[in-house]
């Protein structure tokens, strides 16, 4: 792996904060943008972006992942979320550290390729997660899964272990989080000790809401309330929560959620398991943060924002007969700020000076010759133009991996496929 380095971009297209265009040089040292403009300054990396036709815009941040559930692509197609859950619950019954770890190796390795320089992971064995952002130089939000003890395949007090993890993570990148189940698989009393646990570190909360209409009707014929409501009542809707899915709300439901800290909008894996299209364009229009998730690639099946942000678009577009209900800067603003606002509340990030250098630089290949650059990277672009991603101010991604990343890569995925457990 690169260690910390300079880093100079020459003659790129760049797309700004504000989403307008300049042609500049971007000059990265110590992992942060120290000039953009025109640069004399010498870096140990050049990257002539002019003459190899790359534009640099802003890493992409995943806002819901499962990458521990790497091994699961392309093994639950077709099933329902019930079938699906039971499947993937015996596969986390067997899950080891070892296999987390290669798991996430590899998921690693694809959202780097794929331009996503930041994220949120959502399972429990997150310190293999952890280990695995460390040994890739990767970042991300790593979010221990709280849920009920009689319902979990973890090991001991899924409240004790998350907070062993938030307590004893040192890794360099990694910001440890707390992830709740949903309402189907944590008490009133298990969320409120996972908020309390939030409250005690300063962490921030996500949690699976209302994805499926068959847990928003079982709620109601238990508690007489939908999951929103209920979690409304029991005072737990507040800016520190990311909640994810969100597609089942009636208009009440869409305001309350609205006033949550922001909302993981995953709409492959909505469509693939068949849970519904949710009302992002009217949570959007009441004032909610709308980031995108790929969710994990037993429902995807792949890390691909680009994926997130086209379709996510057109099927607001689809469901209101409105090719404008959701703007491919609308669009490009979910997947970059308003994660990276939700996450670190604060303006360290986009292509500026003084940021943190998250930076993709995509090749305009024949399929992004549009005159507008949100628009191809939107609508057109694919991880096929991802020429280099740069996370933190080290070049982690240059047409692949360097040798000692992909041999890590390699031995990942020897370790799957040696260890994977039987149905
Ligand atoms: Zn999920």
């Known amino acids: 792996m690169m260690e910390k380095e300079s880093i100079l971009i020459k003659g790129a297209k760049v797309l700004r904060e504000d989403m307008q265009e300049v ?3 971007i000059l990265i040292k110590d992992g ?26 802003p890493g992409l941040i995943n806002t819901h992942a499962h990458i521990a559930m790497n091994p699961l692509r392309g093994m639950t197609d077709g099933l329902s979320l019930g079938d699906f859950l039971d499947k993937t619950s015996k596969f986390d019954a067997k899950n080891s550290p070892e296999m987390i770890y290669s798991s996430a190796i590899l998921g690693i390795a694809e959202m780097i390729s794929n331009g996503i320089t930041d994220f949120v992971d ?32 973890q090991k001991g007090d899924p ?24 309402v189907y698989a944590a008490s009133k009393g298990t969320i409120k000790s996972a908020y309390e646990l939030a409250e005690k570190y300063g962490k921030n909360v996500t949690m699976h809401i209302a994805e499926t209409k068959f847990e928003v009707d079982e709620h109601r014929k238990k508690y007489g309330i939908s999951p929103v409501e209920w979690m409304y009542k029991n005072g737990f809707m507040n800016k520190k929560l990311l909640a994810v899915h969100c597609v089942w709300l009636n208009k009440k439901e869409i305001k309350i959620i609205a006033n949550s ?10 469509m693939k398991l ?13 004032g909610a943060r709308i980031t995108f998730g790929t969710d994990s690639v037993a429902s995807n099946n792949s890390l691909n924002l680009f994926e997130e942000m086209k379709y996510g678009t057109l099927l607001q577009c689809a469901r209101l007969n409105n090719p404008s209900a959701i703007t491919a800067k609308e669009a490009f603003g979910f997947a970059t700020l308003n994660a990276a606002n939700f996450l670190y509340g604060n303006r360290n990030y986009g292509i500026k000076e003084g940021s943190k250098a998250d930076i993709v630089l995509l090749r305009k290949s024949v399929n992004m010759t549009g005159n507008d650059l949100v628009n191809d990277v939107v609508y057109s672009a694919n991880p096929s133009n991802v020429a280099a991603t740069i996370v933190r101010g080290k070049l982690l991604y240059r047409d692949g991996f360097d040798e000692n990343t992909a041999r890590v890569i390699k031995k ?8 994977l457990p039987e149905n």
């Open 274 to 286: 068949g849970s519904g299209i949710p009302p992002i364009y009217e949570m959007s229009k009441n």
């Open 412 to 419: 990942a995925s020897k370790y799957i496929s040696e260890h």
């Open 261 to 270: 800290g922001a909302v993981s909008y995953n709409p492959t894996s909505n």
């Open 32 to 57: 942060v943008i120290s000039k953009i403009g025109k640069v004399e300054e010498k870096a140990e990396t050049v990257i002539n972006a002019k003459s190899e036709g790359l534009a640099a815009i």
């Open 23 to 25: 042609h500049a040089d």
């Open 159 to 182: 409240i004790s272990n998350a907070e062993r993890f938030i307590r004893n993570e040192k890794h360099i990148g990694v910001n440890p989080m707390i992830s709740i189940q949903g």
């Open 122 to 153: 959502f399972y429990y064995g997150e310190d293999a997660v952890a280990k695995a952002v460390g040994d890739m130089s990767y970042q991300g939000n790593l979010a221990w899964v709280i849920l009920d003890k009689d319902k979990t395949t």
